[in-house]
């Protein structure tokens, strides 16, 4: 070999084992931020487990599932942040909050049926599977969801995300909170229910009650606000080293990691069949805030990272991730609209997200399923109008609490 050229690849080797090294080195280095980020929404779980007894069941359980959500929010505004100030990596605004959703529904909801099961089979021997079955507060959250769902359909139309958009979106939120002050408070749980943790703070005084609470959720936020960015950047040196696409690592880890204290909470509220119907709003209403509060934030860290009023617009692939994403809430929106959700729909629903995340060059194949399945549902409305149980329970509700007639 020519001694210049076998110079050339020696010194090209020790740079590439050189840069590898410097790279894991990096993953180990902020490999503690994964812990924390767990840290934090485990201290701001068991804050709102315990708030959850001193306010309405329907207003608790958005905050608890808002507060629960807080990491995802705190990646996703550090993605729109960075975006705004390299264009190059605008692409991840749409990977972390759409990989998110389509977690939530197609993971996370069957996840609920499925520990319930189980634990109804163990406990009881049944043969035929049970059902989880909706009531009191939930409506409210299943019905706020096609609103959220008509307004992202536009966005997705129209290819942008702008300031107006995100004023729209919390607002939605905001109606949606505004409906469940005026609900009647009600037992959420049996205090045995709750973990060690929370279970000793119901039992102080008030005042030390109340600084508990409020140091829980503190503690959290600021644990959440100074580890948010490193986070990410290990994220992506971890995606790095295993050869992985930044986008589908942020797509998927990101929102497992940082809603896995979630799901252990919701799981464990889903072994019992009193409060499976609450397990299982925890994690729609975690859907919902997505969809409205955290996709209204993006233009707004956005414009303030470019230092100006800026609109975020989407390409292509963007638009494909958020209709794939629309279609599959929107199904999970109209299944639930009976009040009831069967072991055949969680099935499908996990079958379908698992098809895309193992196949991602099946997107657009998906989405045309997912849209037949939902105008077999649109169908089922035109037929029996009791499938869509949902609107006159929400009517209910709105006007016996909201307009105060009986």
């Not at 485990?42 to 599932?65: H, N, P, R, T």
């Not at 002050?181 to 119901?202: H, K, N, T």
């Not at 657009?364 to 949902?390: C, P, T």
């Amino acid at each position: 070999m020519n001694p210049s050229l076998s110079g050339r690849f020696l010194l090209g080797e020790v740079a590439g084992t050189a840069a590898a090294g410097a790279t894991k080195a990096k993953v180990i280095a902020s490999s503690w931020t994964f812990g924390a980020i767990l840290s934090s929404a485990v201290l701001i779980m068991w804050g709102a487990e315990a708030a959850q007894f001193f306010i309405a069941q329907g207003l608790a359980l958005a905050i608890l599932a808002w507060l629960q959500t807080l990491p995802e929010f705190a990646v996703e505004a550090v993605i729109a942040y960075e975006a705004g100030r390299d264009p190059a990596s605008l692409h991840l605004v749409t990977a972390n909050f759409t990989g998110s959703l389509r977690l939530f529904v197609g993971l996370n909801w069957p996840m609920i049926y499925f520990v319930h099961a189980f634990s109804s089979w163990r406990r009881k021997g049944a043969r035929r599977l049970p059902e989880i079955r909706m009531g009191g507060d939930d409506p409210a959250t299943i019905f706020f969801l096609y609103p959220a769902l008509a307004y992202f359909s536009l966005i997705w139309w129209k290819g942008t995300l702008s300031i107006l958009d995100g004023f729209a979106l919390v607002a939605i939120y905001a109606a949606y909170l505004a409906v469940l002050q005026f609900l009647p408070p009600q037992e959420l749980e049996e205090e045995s229910d709750v973990g060690r943790i929370p279970r000793a703070i119901i039992h102080m005084r008030r005042g030390p009650r109340i600084a508990s609470i409020l140091s829980l959720f503190l503690s959290g936020g600021l644990i959440l606000y100074f580890c948010a960015e490193p986070f990410l950047h290990s994220l992506k040196e971890l995606a790095l080293t295993l050869g992985i696409s930044t986008f589908i690592f942020i797509q998927w880890v990101a929102p497992f990691v940082s809603e896995f204290p979630e799901k252990v909470t919701a799981c464990y509220w889903a072994r019992k069949a009193k409060s499976a119907p609450m397990a299982l709003m925890n994690v729609v209403s975690s859907s919902f805030s997505q969809w409205t509060v955290l996709t209204g934030i993006i233009p707004f860290v956005y414009s303030y990272s470019a230092g100006r009023i800026s609109t975020v617009v989407f390409d292509d692939q963007q638009r494909v991730e958020i209709l794939l994403t629309i279609v599959q809430s929107l199904l999970g929106a109209l299944l639930l609209s009976n009040l009831s959700f069967k072991w055949w729909e969680a099935v499908v629903l996990f079958v379908l997200w698992f098809a895309q995340f193992l196949v991602p060059t099946i997107h657009g194949q998906i989405i045309w399923v997912y849209a037949a399945w939902v105008a077999v549902e649109i169908l089922k409305l035109v037929r029996d109008r009791k499938h869509f149980a949902v609107f006159p329970a929400f009517h209910q509700l709105f006007r016996r609490h909201v307009l105060g007639r009986s």
